[in-house]
Structure formats: structure tokens, C-alpha cells
């Protein structure tokens, strides 16, 4: 038999950029991180680079003649939504793309000028011809870096990076986002600045992206992923400032769950979000089939008082709606334990949290579940193969979260991660055990354990 089509047609991103023959930055890391943002990814390549994760060995200019007909071939053919620029390399590419520049929508600049590594990716003398391709861009992207190369100016602080925004806009930019990597603090501070033509209705010129350090030096390919995820929403319709936070977002859990591959630091993880979203599904059927094996043993004695959750997260989890539970908890009956409704997401609560917070510590754990905590359970836990920590809440500092304050404290007393979480308490707040796990069925043993030690 024959069947009928089912075309669907994303919208077109072009990426013009260097080859990066590791996998990790240009061509294909735009590729994959159009294709992962629901793009359809075209090129037009303008050097290969001998590269891996330790460095560049060599790299050789195309012709412009043939950078300028791939060009060409792509616009003449696809219904392009999206540009994006990175390794330009000499003044005579970038004064070709810069031609193009105002027929080029949605204009992504990410001023490639060195790799992660320290090595140089454009001539010294190819700096000046930028002026030009940036006042065409609907954003440009340079990190603290690029953005002194760009105005002269030091970037060394928020501040800083913000009048350097300026001076970029008013190179005759949209906008510029002069990222923070490489500024040192504790924080990553990227800076958003608009011109009037992408100013908020408030007016407000600047706006500040402000997330937590994540300890790698595995950033390679970071500002290839961040200018095509960006540029991959803008041909979706968002608007500047929802893309920019999109890509942002994106690049942070990239990032933290990077590629450890190669003899370098590694590459950042261009699919994360795909693969996250892809694992909601198997993440449900896990926490369900745990919540089954509760039900089928009738675990009772280990039901709290405020009823008992299952909570499972994906595999690169970051938000509590990343976290599937028993919406209302799974409570005792006159028959033994039922879940109230079915598993969603978005409805751990505190569980999740707790989750969530160990996974800062050990991001292969996945699966918790919270237990009553009276003698028998505590005399129980002792049966359980691995480390049992535990916290007092008396300790915890004035205006300290209480659960992530005493997961840290948890994790940071035991030399290993631990299979259970003791909390002792306090006036008001129910003492508990949580039990973890980085799968289904590890976590299904050890509420076994438990059960069949209080029931002997």
C-alpha cells in the first residue's frame, strides 16, 4: 500500500561559521542545537578547523568566492527565518557576510575572535571590519573578551559589560548581550542591552541574567550553542528578550551536564534540553511503577502522617516541574496505601525540592521517596547497604531554606552519597527519612529493605 505524506516545515536557521572537526563548537555545534530547538539547520562554511577538546592544530580559509555561493544556494532556495555568524575570520569574510547583512533576518552576531582554548580564530587585522557587520545585527553576542576587542573598553565587572552593550548598540546594533563567563565571580552575569528599535514598552535598555557558576572548564562550544539557540527561537517568533532567557537557560544545563569526552575538558551538551524532554514520558512510568510496588507491598509502616511522596526527576533536571510525583500524595486506607490521583509533574513539593537539591551534590541521583520516622523505621535504616546521613534542624542559621540547607548538610557529612536522609524535625514539621536513588529499581529495593526489617 501506498501512504500519504506528512511534511511539517520548521523554520529555517543559516549558520555561517567555521567547521570544528571535534564536534564540539562551530558548524556542528549550531546543527545540533537548531535541530534540537526545533530548527532546520543550513550552513555556509568559511573555514575548516583541525580541532578537538585540546585545542586548534590548524585551520584553512575557504575561497570567499565559495563562502559567498553557499550563501547564495541557501537563500536563493530555503525560506530563511534566522542568520547566524561565527568564525568569520578575516576582514575580506566579513565584509562579504556584512554585504549580505540587510537581507539577512533575525541577524545573530557571535564575534568569534578566540577559542575556549586561548588559540586565535581571526586576524588582528580583520577586527576593524566588524563595525559594519554589527551595525546590520539584530543581536551580537561577544563575551568579555570580544566585547573589549570591540569597544576598547575593559570589561572586568556587570557594569562594565553593560556600557559595553552600549557602545556595541550604539555601533548601530539592536542589541548586545555581553555574556559573563569569563568575568570572575561566584555568580555569571550576562548583560542584555536594547536600542530603541527592541526596547521594552517600560523603556528599560538593560537587562541582567544572573545565574550560579557552574564549576567546569568543559565550556567548549558554548558561545557557538548560545548564538544558534537564540537565533533558532527568533525564527520561531519569540520575542528578543524570551529568546535570549530560552537560550540562556539551555546553555547553563548544557553546560552542567557537558560531554566528557575527549582528552580536553570536553564539550558542552548541545541536545540537553531534546534529551530531557524526550525522558518525561520514561521518568512518569518510573515513579508508577515504584508507586505500584508500594501499593503491592502495602507499605503502611512507612507512610508519614502527611502522606507519603514518590518523586522522580529526568535525567537533566533543574526546575521542580522537572520532578514527576502522585499528585496528593499516596496515603494508608482501612485496605493498606493508595496514590490519591495519578503521577504528574510539578507537584513533589518538598520531596522534590529535596530532589532537586541532592542532585547539586550527585546529579545521578533520580528517584526519592519520603518515610515516617519512628524507632522501628529508624532501627531499619541500618539494613540499607550505604551511607545513612542525617540533619537537626536546631542547627539551621535564621532565614536559611530548611531543605536545601539540610541537604548540604547531609551530603557534606557523608564521604559518599548517601542511600538515606535522616530530618529530625521540629515543632510543626513531621521528622522523616527520605530515601534515594538513581533509578526505579534500586529505589524499589530499598523501600523493601526498610519494610522487611520493620515487619520482622
Known sequence: MTRAD??????VVLTIAGSDSGGGAGIQADLKTIEAGGGFGTSAITSVTAQN????????????????????SVLTDFDVAAVKTGMLAT?????????????????????VMVAASGDRLLDEDAEDAYERLLAEATLVTPNADEAEVLTGRTVD????????????????????????????????????VTGARQESEDGDRTTVFRHDRIETAATHGSGCTLSSAIATRLAHGDGLSAAVTAGIDLLTRAVRYHHDIGEGPGAVHHMVDLRNEANRTETVEAVERIVSACVDRNVSALVPEVGMTVAGATPYAETPDEAAAVEGRITRTRDGVRPNRGVRYGVAGT???????AREHDPAVRFAVNCRLDDDVRAALDELAGTVSAYDRDDRPAETEATAWGVERAFTASAET????????????????????????????????????VEA
Open 91 to 111: 576582514g575580506d569574510v566579513i565584509e562579504l557576510v556584512a554585504a549580505h547583512a540587510p537581507t539577512l533576518p533575525n541577524l545573530v552576531v557571535d564575534p
Open 6 to 11: 506528512a511534511p511539517v516545515t520548521p523554520p
Open 351 to 357: 520531596v522534590g525540592r529535596f530532589l532537586l537539591a
Open 53 to 72: 577538546t585540546t585545542g586548534v592544530q590548524s585551520q584553512h580559509l575557504l575561497p570567499t568566492a565559495e563562502i559567498d555561493a553557499q550563501i547564495e
Open 157 to 192: 565587572d556587570p557594569a562594565a559589560a553593560e556600557q559595553a552593550g552600549r557602545d556595541i548598540v550604539e555601533m548601530g546594533a539592536d542589541a548586545a548581550l555581553v555574556k559573563g563567563g569569563h568575568i570572575t565571580g561566584d555568580d555569571v552575569v550576562d548583560t542584555l
Open 418 to 453: 548517601p542511600v538515606a536522609v535522616v530530618d529530625h524535625g521540629e515543632v510543626g514539621v513531621e521528622a522523616s527519612a527520605t530515601l534515594l536513588a538513581a533509578d526505579a529499581e534500586t529505589l524499589i529495593g530499598r523501600i523493601e529493605t526498610v519494610l522487611d526489617a
